[in-house]
Every structure is written in structure tokens, then in C-alpha cells.
């Protein structure tokens, strides 16, 4: 079953901050984020594995939430650059990935 | 290293003929995957390899074949292809045993059937 996302799209200005969920009713072994551009391949943003784990990347960080199922992809004084899709990916025990349906994050100068 | 490749980039059939998707990853992974991406569908999976010599059925099996003879190739095949297989088609591949099991993607085929 697939993650559900939300927002589904988002418009910021550069320097604003922006929150992603991303939620599951499947047990899951650990979940990943990944943006893409357009007309370009997903690339990988970071991974949360069980146990609370919270991740930093620069200015994009994440949570994850094992009792309820859920991360959120944090990113904080958005960049232009930060524009495109963003899909987290659930990944079950048998390492197979279930994507969201994404959200389209926009920024404008 | 050239990563994940894909070929072709772009191909148009028409219904009923088939063709080959080929993936080729020169990172030595073990696990690669075939998914297809309509808009506003995400990525959904079509089929998986645990190895070579393996493949398993994904989320949207029907349709597709596949087949692992090579360690660092991946095909996908379409015996029939019909409409609603026309698609972006994405290769990705993952150590996959490791416990941080980080997917590659490859740049894509725009598949058109007609």
C-alpha cells in the first residue's frame, strides 16, 4: 500500500522553511526520501531507520516517527535549487520500496 | 564510473509489438530494480532482482518480463506492449543487504505505445 504524502504541492519564497509527511500503515524497516527534477532521475536525499532516528543534510533534515509510521522531510531557508518532487519511499523487511505519490515543492525568488 | 545506464532513451511502438529494456549498473550491486512512473502515480515497481539469476514480482508485474543472466545487467521486456504501458520506465540498483540500502536511479526511458 502506497505512503500517503502531504502536502501534495507547495509554493515558497527563497529563505522559507517547508515541512513534507509522509505516512504509512505498513510496518516498515526504514524510509527514504529522494527529489526529482524534471525530466530527471530520483536522487537519493537520505535514509531513517527504526528507532527515532532524526538525519541532517545540509539544510534539509528528517524525522522519523516508528510508533506512528510516519517521517517528515524538513527544509529549512529553502534555495532555489530545492525546487522538483519530492517521493519518500517505504521499505518493507524483504527491502522492496513503495513510493508516494510525491510532492511538488516550487521555490520562487 | 558510469553509475546506472538505460537504453534506449526514447522509443515509440505501436500495439502489439515488443521490445527490450536494458539496465546496466558497473557498481557491483547486488539488488536492481525496474519501476515506471506515471504522473501523479510516483514510482510503482514492476519487477526485482535479488541477485543474478533471480527476479521476483513487484507491485505492477503484468505485462513485463525480466531477466538477470549478468550480475550488472537488468532487462525488461514488453512481449505485447498495449497503451497503457506507455510510460517512463526507471532502472535503479542497492547494495541491498547493506543496512542502509540507498537505491541508484538511472536517467530513464520515455516509452510511447500507440
Known amino acids: 500500500q502506497q505512503p500517503v504524502q502531504s502536502p501534495q504541492a507547495v509554493i515558497l519564497r527563497e529563505g522559507e522553511d517547508a515541512v513534507i509527511n509522509c505516512s504509512s500503515s505498513?510496518?516498515?524497516?526504514?524510509v527514504h526520501w529522494y527529489r526529482q527534477k524534471h525530466g530527471e532521475a530520483p536522487v537519493f536525499l537520505m535514509i531513517?531507520?527504526?528507532?527515532?532516528e532524526q538525519k541532517g543534510h545540509e539544510k534539509i533534515s528528517a524525522s522519523f516517527n516508528e510508533k506512528k509510521q510516519q517521517s517528515s522531510l524538513y527544509l529549512t531557508a529553502s534555495q532555489l535549487s530545492y525546487s522538483g518532487t519530492y517521493f519518500c519511499?517505504?521499505?518493507?523487511?524483504?527491502?522492496?520500496?513503495?513510493f508516494g505519490s510525491g510532492t511538488q515543492l516550487t521555490v520562487l525568488p | 564510473n558510469a553509475g546506472v545506464t538505460q537504453t534506449p532513451k526514447f522509443r515509440v511502438l505501436k500495439t502489439g509489438q515488443s521490445m527490450t529494456l536494458l539496465c546496466a549498473q558497473d557498481?557491483?550491486?547486488?539488488?536492481m530494480y525496474w519501476y515506471r512512473q506515471d504522473p501523479g502515480m510516483g514510482l510503482r515497481l514492476i519487477h526485482y532482482?535479488?541477485?543474478?539469476?533471480?527476479?521476483a514480482k513487484g507491485e505492477v508485474p503484468d505485462g513485463y518480463n525480466v531477466s538477470r543472466l549478468k550480475k550488472q545487467n537488468f532487462l525488461l521486456g514488453l512481449e505485447s506492449a498495449a497503451p497503457s504501458q506507455t510510460s517512463v520506465y526507471f532502472c535503479?540498483?542497492?547494495?541491498?543487504?547493506?543496512?542502509?540500502?540507498?537505491?541508484?536511479f538511472g536517467p530513464g526511458t520515455r516509452l510511447t505505445v500507440l
Open positions: 535503479a540498483s542497492s547494495w541491498g543487504l547493506e543496512v542502509e540500502n540507498e537505491q541508484f
Open positions: 505498513k510496518a516498515l524497516y526504514s
Open positions: 531513517l531507520l527504526k528507532g527515532g
Open positions: 519511499g517505504t521499505e518493507s523487511p524483504a527491502r522492496q520500496l513503495t
Open positions: 557498481m557491483n550491486h547486488e539488488y
Open positions: 532482482s535479488v541477485g543474478e539469476g533471480t527476479t
